[in-house]
């Protein structure tokens, strides 16, 4: 892991863009002491520099944890795939016909998935070896890597999910076997996401201590209060 900027920011955050091989990141710290680590990715893969995300990790760091995130493959700056563009270009045909876009979704988003388990995973070894990393981690985030991503690395703990973008058939098949505790977030009147298959994947999850918070509102609309309540629930499980 290569450390190519350091900032430190008004709420006294230090900020730090990292490379590991092809893999460019972003870590958020603050304290001398070893903290627990939060993987965060926003929902299908958007930018790192996404900037809901970063006022989210900022918030999380700023509340005792280190936090980081990746631009998987295909995502962010990193190159797309000829048929990743192809399938963004007819989920947006298609979208605006009004047509049925859910194998369109299966076909963009299962290989970002697939393709960015790994790459976390490698990213979780280099951030583990910091010594203001304590070990203990947990995930918050895109729903669909969060699913595929504590089945395949059991150092993660406890899971927090927005269930605001489309989870491949594959992982919705998986949800049985996610035991970790988990937080699911969901926003009542989400325009692209049924609430009807939210509550049903909800209901799917095999944890014991699992907990939905539903707020009314769109996509965006979820309430600022929602980012402490996620705090609050790491902090039961990681601390």
Known sequence: MHFTSEKLLDDGVVEREFTLGEIPGTLWTTGSS???????????????REPRLVARARLTAAYGYAVATIDAPGCGDRPRS?????????LRRAMQAGEPVDETFESLVAPLVAGAVPEWRTTLDALLALPEVSGRVGYSGWTALGIALALADPRIEAVGLFAGGYVPRAQRAQAPDVTVPLLLLLQWDDEGNPRRRALDLFDAFGSEQKTLHANLGGHLGTPSFEREDGDR????HLK
């Open 233 to 236: 629930f790491f902090a039961r």
């Open 82 to 90: 000829a048929a990743a563009e192809q399938a963004r270009a007819e």
């Open 34 to 48: 070893p903290a627990p680590l939060i993987l965060m990715a926003h929902n299908n893969g958007l930018p790192r």
